[in-house]
C-alpha cells in the first residue's frame, strides 16, 4: 500500500494552502521559525509527546460578555450548566441555537510536561450564527455556554454550533480552565483564560451555507494576523478541523496550562 504521507514538503503546502489560504500558511512558517530560534517559545502548538515541554496558552481577554459572574450574568451558577451539548438554553432562558453542527474538542495539559490534566473543569462560550451572545445581547437565551470536566487523558468535548463572525473580530471561541468542578463558584479560581481560533478555509465553507450571511462580509474584513487578540499568537490557538459543513465539523485543540 502506498504511502500517502510521503509526498514531499511541496505536497504538504499544498495541502496546507488549500486549507489554509496560502499567506495565512507563510505568516505561520515564519513565526513558527522565529519561535524555534528564541529559547522558551517553543512548542506552541501544545501537546508536544510525553515528557516533554509545552508553552503555556497564551493568555487572553475573556471579552465582555464572560457570563462568569465577573461583568453581571453568571452562567456557572446555574443548575445544569456542567453539559456536553450546548445548542439549546438551560435555567430560564430561551430559544435553541441554529447553525452548522460543531464538536469542540479541547485537550487540557500540563505545560511542565504535556502530561494529561484530569480533572479540570472547561468553561466555553462563544457567539451565535448571528454574533449574539447569550445573557448580554441574545439577552433571553442561556445557550452556547457549558461546562465539562476532563477525563483520564485531558479531553473535554462539547457539541455545539459554529460560531458566527461578526464586526472587528475572527472566528473564535472562549473558555476558562478551572482546576476542579467546585471551583467555578468563583471565576478568580481559573488557572487560564484563552481563545480557540478557527480556520479560514472553513470559515469561508460555513458562512456560505445560509443563516451566516452577515459573516461573510466581517470576514473580509478581518484576518487572524490584524485581530487584536490572535495577531501575536495564533498559530498556538488555531484549532484543528475535520468533518464536512454538511455532516458536521470537529474542531480540536491542545491546551496546555500551569495546573
Not at 64 to 80: E, F, K, Q, S, V
Not at 82 to 87: A, F, I, W
Not at 231 to 248: M, Q, R
Amino acid at each position: 500500500m502506498d504511502d500517502v504521507h510521503d509526498g514531499g514538503l511541496q505536497a504538504d503546502l499544498a495541502v496546507l494552502w488549500a486549507r489554509f489560504g496560502r499567506r495565512r500558511v507563510l505568516k505561520g512558517m515564519a513565526m513558527f521559525s522565529a519561535a524555534c530560534a528564541t529559547p522558551g517559545l517553543g512548542g506552541l502548538t501544545g501537546d508536544t509527546g510525553g515528557g516533554g515541554a509545552c508553552a503555556r496558552i497564551p493568555e487572553e481577554t475573556e471579552g465582555p460578555y464572560p457570563g462568569d459572574g465577573t461583568n453581571g450574568p453568571d452562567a456557572l451558577a446555574l443548575d445544569g450548566i456542567v453539559r456536553s451539548d450546548l445548542t439549546g438554553s438551560i435555567g430560564s432562558g430561551v430559544g435553541t441555537a441554529a447553525g452548522v453542527p460543531l464538536t469542540l474538542r479541547l485537550r487540557i495539559v500540563d505545560a511542565s510536561g504535556c502530561t494529561p490534566l484530569a480533572g479540570a473543569a472547561v468553561y466555553v462560550w462563544h457567539c451565535d450564527q448571528d454574533g449574539n451572545y447569550s445573557m448580554y445581547t441574545a439577552a433571553a437565551a442561556t445557550y452556547l455556554r457549558g461546562v465539562q470536566v476532563t477525563d483520564a487523558d485531558g479531553y473535554v468535548e462539547f457539541t455545539t454550533i459554529f460560531p458566527g463572525c461578526y464586526s472587528g473580530r475572527w472566528p473564535h471561541v472562549h473558555f476558562e480552565v478551572y482546576p476542579d468542578l467546585d471551583a467555578i463558584d468563583d471565576a478568580r479560581n481559573k488557572i487560564a483564560t484563552s481563545q480557540v481560533a478557527l480556520p479560514e478555509a472553513t470559515c469561508d465553507e460555513v458562512y456560505a451555507t445560509s443563516g451566516y450571511e452577515a459573516s461573510v462580509a466581517n470576514l473580509a474584513r478581518t484576518s487572524l494576523s490584524s485581530d487584536m487578540v490572535f495577531s501575536d499568537s495564533w498559530p498556538a490557538e488555531l484549532a484543528g478541523i475535520a468533518g464536512t459543513v454538511t455532516d458536521g465539523l470537529v474542531a480540536s485543540l491542545s491546551v496546555p496550562v500551569s495546573a
